[in-house]
Nanobody, 121 residues
């Protein structure tokens, strides 16, 4: 059974930073790609960043230059470093990963439970 657990959310002042973590556990052969999404109240879920197994990354225009996504393969963990946060970044952040659990299984999509990020003074 694969689980994705996000952590690192919280309350931060405008201009501050947070680092989110997305840790995968269970029987895992490969993880790629991994996405971070966010959903603000009353808005659709939007893709924030993604990273592939070759460490290629892509970002939403709204976070380019402020957010950085990285991965630690040994820990099956992906991070989202968020800098220069503004109230517009307030949302629940979700991790989504495509995981193969064995060489005989197809890749499946897994979601974490989400972590709240609130940017407010």
């Amino acid at each position: 059974q694969v689980q994705l657990v996000e952590s690192g959310g919280g309350l931060v002042q405008p201009g501050g930073s947070l680092r989110l973590s997305c840790a995968a556990s269970g029987s895992i052969v490969s993880i790629s790609p991994v996405h971070w999404y966010r959903q603000a109240p009353g808005k659709q879920r939007e893709l924030v960043a993604l990273i592939t197994s070759s460490n290629s990354t892509n970002y939403a225009n709204s976070v380019k230059g402020r957010f950085g996504i990285s991965r630690d393969n040994a820990k099956n963990t992906v991070y989202l470093q968020m800098n220069s946060l503004s109230p517009e970044d307030t949302a629940v952040y979700y991790c989504n990963a495509f995981i193969r659990t064995s060489f005989f299984e197809v890749v499946k999509s897994y979601w974490g439970q989400g972590t709240q990020v609130t940017v407010s003074s």
